[in-house]
C-alpha cells in the first residue's frame, strides 16, 4: 500500500492503555507525495504513535527504508520504546523532519503545566546512512516541552558524529533552527546514558570543484565580509583548525553579527555539502543560511544551527536549494566573537543503491525460522561472525557488515 501521512503502523487517539506493537516487520513507505501542494515531500513512517495515544509498548519490531521516520511519536506520552531495529530510514531527504526516530511535540493538543512525556528509549539499534539524516529526531515548541525523555544502552551508526541527534525547538532567541548533536554532546544533557556510536563510511560522492575560492584562508580573508561595520574581522594567522583562519571581533554592545561569502551558483536540482571548523571565545550557536547576496535577500533553504564552544569543531551540512540562483552568498550569524577555518561547498551526489550500503539488513518475515546461507565468512556488528549459515527466528532480523 501507498500511504501519505501515514504508516505501516498508526494510532490516534489510543488511550486504553496495555497496547502493544511486537516482533513486526515494516519495510519500504514510499508516501504519495503527487497528490499534494508539495510532491517532493514524503509523509510516511514505519510506526506512527499519533496524538493523545499512551501506555503503548513498541518491541523488537524491524523498520527500514520508509521515507520519513522509522518510528514516530507525535504528542503522545507513556510509550516504551525496547529493543527495535530502525535501518535506513528517512531516506526523503527534502524531508526536514526524517529520521530513524522522530519524537514530536507541538500546539495541536494542549499541554498540561509540568506535564512529563514519560518515554523510554532503551537497547534500540538505529543506523542512518545518509547525510541529513539523523538517528534520533526531536521537536518541541520549548525544550521544556520535551520533559520525560529518557534514553539507554542504545546504538546508534551514521556517517558522521553530528547525525545522531538533531534538536529543533521553535522559540529561542538565538538560533532559531535545527542543531546537531555528537554522541558526547547529547550524553551531556543527561537524557542518555550507556550508549554508544559507531562511525559507518559514507559512498556519496563530491562532484564539483569546491565553490570556496578562499576557504582554507591561507594568506588573507578575500571574499568574507562581515556585517556590521562596527565588527571587525581579521585574518589570524596564528589561530585556526590548521592555521590561519577568519577572526570575527565584536566590540562591545554588539550583539549579532553576519559573516558572509558571496557570488557563488546554487541550482535547486542538486545538492550541495558544507564543511567548516569554529570556534568561539564561549560557549554558544551559530547559525547557517544559503542566502540571496542581493535584493530581495531570501533565504534559499533552512536555517541550520550548530553549538560552539572554545575549541574547533569540525561541522558538516548538506542541503538543497529550494529555488536556483546565480548569485547566492553563505551566511553565518553569531552572537559572540568567534573563529571560522576550512569553509569548503562542493556539489554532492547521493547513492541510492541499498547493495552500496556498508551495512546490510537481512530479516525473516514469516513466521516459521529461516536459514540464510552466505558464500564466505560475514561478521555481525554485534562481532560474532557467521561462517556459512545463520538462522533467524520468526519475524527477526540482524545487521551485518557487507562483506565485499
Known sequence: MIKDDGAGIYTWGNTYGDNKIIGNIVLRGAGNGAGTNDPDQSWVSGIYIDDRSADISIDSNTVAYCGTNGIYIHNAKRISII???????????????????????????????????????????????????????????????????????????????????????????????????????????GCDKNSQFELIDEQNRSISPNLVRNSRLTTSAEGWIVWPEQVSLAHDKKIGADAPSLKILFPPGKKEALLYYAGISLNSDKWYRLAFSVKSVDKSKIEFVPLMASSPWEALDDYACFSLNTNFKAFTYVFRPNKSNKNARLNFKSNTSFWIDNVVLYEVEFKTRKTEEPLQLIYNADEKPKTFSFAKEVKGVDGNRITNKLVLQGYNSRILFRSH
Not at 110 to 128: C, H, M, W, Y
Not at 153 to 178: G, S, T
Open 83 to 189: 529493543g527495535n531495529t530502525l535501518f535506513g530510514n528517512g531516506s526523503n531527504l527534502t524531508n526536514k523532519e526524517n529520521a530513524q526516530l522522530c519524537i514530536k511535540r507541538d500546539a495541536l493538543v494542549p499541554k498540561v503545566e509540568g506535564e512529563s512525556l514519560d518515554l523510554q528509549i532503551t537497547e534500540n539499534r538505529f543506523v542512518a546512512f545518509q547525510e541529513g539524516n539523523h538517528c534520533v529526531y526531536l521537536r518541541a515548541e520549548n525544550e521544556q516541552d520535551l520533559r520525560g525523555l529518557e534514553f539507554d544502552r542504545n546504538l546508534y551508526w551514521a556517517p558522521n558524529p553530528n547525525l545522531v541527534i538533531a534538536k529543533l525547538f521553535d522559540h529561542q532567541e538565538m538560533c532559531n533552527a535545527m542543531e546537531e548533536l555528537t554522541l558526547s554532546e547529547w550524553l551531556q544533557t
